[in-house]
């Protein structure tokens, strides 16, 4: 839009200068002023050049000098330098007056110099520049209308950009602030209008929404911790003022009393280790470089220390690990391991003596699934799209002791190695964590 335009204006002074006398008529007119035989004064050059200059293109044009020799010419037969008399320049016009129109002058020279310019035009050209005439004029029309087109354009869209762009400073300036509550839309103006900063205002959109997200996840976190440290705080210091201000005072009673402080007191470092744990995870300092490693017997190890476990809690154990040797994965076989203890640790907490705990393995379509099941309490429906949330308790587990911390970290371990987690469940009847690992070809 920018370039056409300025090419279009730069072809009006090329067309002159192209039909221009001075490109094709005056070569060599500085050359000729130089000479001293023409004996032709300065001044007198002037009023020539100024004649020829008014010659219209299409007319061709010959000067001679008094001695006859022609001095500039754009005829075909009469050729500069060449000599010839007036008998001659006489024969010429009357042998091709039949297809040109002829006219001879003699500029008005301050000087007694005498020079002849002889102009002619061909017969039919009134017809040819006609015709051309006619077409020119649609052809100005049409570039004078699409350069204004294009100046319409420039404007309206500098215009757009210019009022997204404040759009943009004023959204980014209230984010800056920690104003993360409102919508992120442009104008009605510019709503129908797409450029590359109504692009960026919707990325921006898209990272208020995640940086909205972060911060009311943050406050549930400093909410959740709150709320579970307070309970064991609160005994520790009921039962510390007891002692101290003598309401219990037998040694049995004190005896129970510090038991409580001590098991509430390794409560309360227990829930501080998996929050320092937690943020560890969450922080991506923390996140080492993932190293290949044979998964099979990473799984295989899980299952013969998760049997062992459940045989002491009295749960039924089953395992079936279907895989082959040599499956090298990038992992964290620490975090890994972690992962399924936290799957298996919920499992026996929320399943009764005798019911059924079953581990399986399998590489299916490109990718290794692990499923944890049990037989357990179930989850509710409600419940299932929040259970990975941190701090986020279930209906059926509030009467559980826990934190809410515990699938949040396994979900964030599946999310750092790049792997995916789904959980099934019914209510009654059981819940399947399965977690599916690609397998790099």
């Known amino acids: 839009m920018i370039v056409i335009p300025i090419i279009c204006s730069a072809s009006v002074p090329l067309f002159l200068y192209i039909s221009s006398p001075e490109r094709v008529l005056m070569n060599g007119y500085k050359e000729l002023r130089k000479l001293d035989s023409l004996n032709i004064e300065n001044e007198d050059w002037d009023v020539l050049r100024s004649e020829l200059k008014n010659v219209p293109p299409c007319v061709q044009t010959a000067v001679i000098a008094e001695h006859s020799v022609v001095l500039l010419s754009n005829i075909p037969s009469l050729k500069p330098g060449t000599a010839i008399d007036d008998k001659e320049v006489f024969s010429f016009l009357k042998k091709t007056s039949r297809n040109y129109f002829y006219q001879v002058v003699t500029p008005k020279f301050k000087s007694e110099s005498d020079v002849l310019i002889i102009t002619r035009m061909s017969r039919d050209l009134n017809l040819k520049k006609h015709k051309f005439s006619w077409f020119l004029v649609p052809v100005s029309v049409g570039l004078a209308i699409f350069e204004g087109a294009c100046v319409f354009a420039i404007i309206s869209i500098s215009r757009t950009i210019s009022h997204s762009i404040s759009i943009l400073e004023k959204n980014t ?69 007891a002692i101290s201000d003598g309401v219990i005072s037998e040694p049995d009673e004190v005896k129970k009393s510090l038991s409580v402080i001590g098991s509430k007191t390794q409560q309360l470092q227990t829930m501080i280790d998996s929050l320092i744990n937690f943020v560890k995870l969450d922080s991506k300092q923390w996140r080492s470089q993932l190293l290949p490693h044979d998964i099979t017997p ?18 039924n154990i089953t395992v079936s690990v279907n895989l082959r040797d040599g499956i090298i994965i990038p992992v964290d076989s620490m975090l890994f391991n972690r992962a399924l203890e936290n799957i298996f640790s919920n499992a026996l907490r929320y399943t009764r003596t005798n019911d059924s705990i079953s581990i399986s393995a399998n590489e299916e379509n490109g990718k290794v699934i692990i499923k944890i099941s049990d037989t357990g309490i179930g989850i509710e429906k409600n419940d299932l799209t929040n259970i990975f949330e941190l701090f986020y308790r279930g209906t059926n587990s509030r009467r559980e002791e826990g934190m809410g911390i515990g699938l949040a970290v396994v979900k964030n371990i599946v999310d750092t190695h790049g792997w995916k987690i789904f959980a099934d469940s019914e209510k009654g009847v059981g819940t399947t964590f399965s977690i599916e690992i690609p397998v790099q070809s």
């Open 173 to 241: 300036n209230r984010i800056a602030s920690g104003d993360f509550d409102f919508d992120l839309d442009c104008d009605s103006e510019s709503k129908h209008v797409c450029n590359e900063i109504t692009s960026l205002t919707q990325n921006l959109d898209k990272m208020r929404l995640t940086l909205k997200e972060e911060s009311e996840r943050r406050t549930r976190f400093i909410m959740g911790i709150s709320h579970d440290l307070r309970t064991p705080v609160a005994l520790i210091k009921g039962y510390t003022e």
């Open 298 to 315: 990473l799984v295989r190890e899980f299952a013969q220390g998760a049997q062992m476990t459940g045989n002491v809690y009295k749960r």
